[in-house]
């Protein structure tokens, strides 16, 4: 059970790396947009600076699936919304912005999809790959124990397609990963191509989770060398992709929730959902900046502060937060999204890194769980 204690929103930069950034010691998060009153749980989010513009898709699943309004929106950088695209009952995952398109991933039809950049409430979507479910689980996991011994975690297979996460790289590749199935898929061309093909890169049990939270690969983003970064939001692990030797190795732990992914400025940004936080990690995997609290519900019915943060996005010099305050307990009454009513997009200025005097650190630190959150 979680108990409100008082609205603590708070940017920690541990002393090795003070020499590093110039900001301001407690940023505060503010309230970037509210979403129309019939749309809910924002889950992703692409920016696309050269039009000012931030697209953002929802994660409506609700039973039965005549109640669910999933949405592709638009806003500007100001906040303002500019369109709104009804998508149905099925739940939306990944965004992304590329080439005068969004890119969407569709949940429950496991597929990857487009519409035009400016769409309005008419514009066409076209599917441009459908992903496969594949024949074998993703294999073993051996666990070291603390007493010497090992665990060994056999994973099955559900039969199911997941796509979570979308990225795409600089030559118009896009990379998607699959929560169950413990996967990451190319669609090749993906930016040029259509009727598209889903080609499978890498299943790996790092990439799957036996967690409370049943969601394994989840956030991917490329960093500045080609490195691509997987997020595991049930272990609470990012984890490090070398594509040519298709290399997967742990890169920073300790991140309840790891969900949406981002590169900016030198630090890949996670989105810790079970801890209501945004951390940035540097090139060793250290977090170098924290941002995280929740402050009960606004009269307006929407959360204060982070609560369950699923995607961010940079708007000029501000990192924007989708808050998809999802409820996760099957018990009534154990949860603050349980109480929100108006879901919203939440804002904090980005820390200016200047570089300078950073100890490389091999993994990053823990954060507390989500029981004893505010």
């Not at 920016?47 to 929106?73: C, K, M, S, Y």
């Not at 441009?128 to 996991?141: D, H, I, K």
């Not at 603390?146 to 199911?160: A, H, L, M, Q, Y």
């Not at 691509?228 to 609470?236: E, K, R, S, T, Y």
Request: hydrophobic content about 45%; aromatic content about 8%.
């Amino acid at each position: 059970m979680r108990v409100i204690l008082s609205f603590v929103i708070a940017l920690v930069v541990p002393a090795a790396a003070a020499m590093a950034f110039d900001a301001p010691a407690r940023p505060t998060v503010r309230r970037f947009a509210l979403l129309p009153a019939d749309v809910r749980h924002p889950e992703s989010l692409a920016a696309d600076a050269g039009r000012r513009v931030l697209h953002v898709g929802t994660f409506d699943a609700r039973v039965p699936e005549a109640t669910r309004n999933n949405r592709i929106l638009r806003y500007g950088f100001d906040g303002r919304l500019q369109a709104s695209r009804t998508m149905g009952t099925s739940p939306l995952t990944g965004v992304a912005s590329h080439g005068g398109h969004v890119y969407v991933l569709d949940f429950a039809k496991a597929a990857l999809i487009r519409l035009a950049a400016d769409f309005d409430a008419d514009t066409p979507i076209e599917t441009v790959a459908t992903f496969p479910v594949l024949s074998s689980p993703p294999g073993e996991r051996e666990v070291d124990n603390p007493d010497g011994s090992k665990d060994r975690i056999r994973f099955g297979t559900n039969r199911v397609a997941s796509l979570n996460g979308l990225v795409f790289s600089r030559g118009g590749d896009a990379y998607v990963t699959d929560s169950f199935q413990g996967a990451l898929f190319v669609v090749r061309g993906a930016a040029v191509c259509t009727a598209c093909k889903a080609e499978l890169v890498l299943q790996h049990p790092l990439l799957a989770t036996a967690a409370f939270l049943p969601f394994g690969a989840n956030g991917v983003a490329f960093g500045d060398d080609g490195t691509l970064f997987i997020n595991n939001a049930g272990d609470g692990r990012v984890l490090r992709l070398t594509l040519a030797t298709k290399q997967l190795e742990v890169f920073a732990e300790g991140l309840p929730g790891a969900d949406g992914l981002l590169f900016h400025d030198g630090l890949l940004w996670v989105a810790a959902n079970q801890v209501d936080a945004v951390v940035a990690l540097d090139t060793a995997g250290k977090p170098v900046v924290r941002v995280e609290g929740f402050a009960g519900i606004d009269a307006d019915g929407a959360p204060a502060g982070l609560l369950f943060p699923a995607a961010t996005a940079v708007v000029g010099d501000r990192m924007v937060v989708a808050n998809l305050a999802l409820p996760l307990t099957p018990t009534p009454g154990d949860e603050w999204e349980e109480s929100v009513t108006r879901w919203s997009l939440v804002a904090f200025d980005l820390p200016r890194a200047a570089r300078r005097g950073v100890t490389p650190s091999p993994r990053a630190g823990t954060a507390p769980s989500r029981k004893d959150r505010p």
